[in-house]
């Protein structure tokens, strides 16, 4: 496994249209596993393939939400998965709101609203196809990552007045470093 480097807001790449996924082998499994590796080692919650430069329908998500057993609050659980050649469908009309966060637009967080619910079709790394409803932080978390696949970011969801500050912010951040 290897942690892969990822690219970061302006980098043109982050607004190309990923394609689909066709052939399921080792080289896609590898893929997978780096991804994993590189959003645990970021550390973030969820990495679509073209932040690492890879412009596939790739998706790997763990919320790693605490442990409910460990008394000092400090565990998290790990369920790590993978979601390629997302589909999504009968978005609900109730809308919830989170502050989102992207590797891609590194320490910076925003206000994002979207959908509270939404089924999702997938296939996993054999192609196997699977269908399950989200809500939730999963389902706002999968919405941030799918956009990724339409070279979206989770800035473009904010008014503009709110998206120059975050990317000033950004700049600041940058020249500090
Ligand atoms: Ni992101």
Not at 140 to 153: F, R
Not at 155 to 170: A, G, Q, Y
Request: some cysteine; glycine content about 6%.
């Amino acid at each position: 496994m290897a942690i892969l480097p990822i690219i970061e807001t302006p980098d043109p790449r982050l607004r190309v249209i990923s394609k689909p996924v066709g052939t399921f082998d080792a080289e896609l499994k590898t893929l997978v596993a780096d991804m994993f590796e590189t959003m645990y080692d970021a550390p973030g919650i969820g990495l679509a393939a073209i932040q690492v430069g890879v412009a596939k329908r790739i998706l790997v998500i763990d919320l790693q939400e605490p442990d409910p057993d460990d008394e000092e609050g400090k565990k998290v659980i790990r369920e790590p998965r993978v979601f390629i050649n997302p589909v999504f469908s009968d978005e609900s009309e109730e809308h919830s709101v989170y502050q989102e966060g992207c590797l891609s637009v590194p320490e910076q967080y925003a206000d994002v609203t979207r959908p509270a619910e939404v089924t999702v079709d997938w296939q996993d790394e054999d192609g196997k196809h699977h269908q399950e409803r989200m809500t939730g932080l999963m389902a706002t978390c999968i919405q941030h990552e799918h956009d990724h696949l339409e070279g979206i970011l989770f800035i473009d969801h904010l008014s503009r007045l709110k998206r120059e500050m975050v990317l000033k912010k950004l700049a600041k951040l940058r020249k500090a470093a």
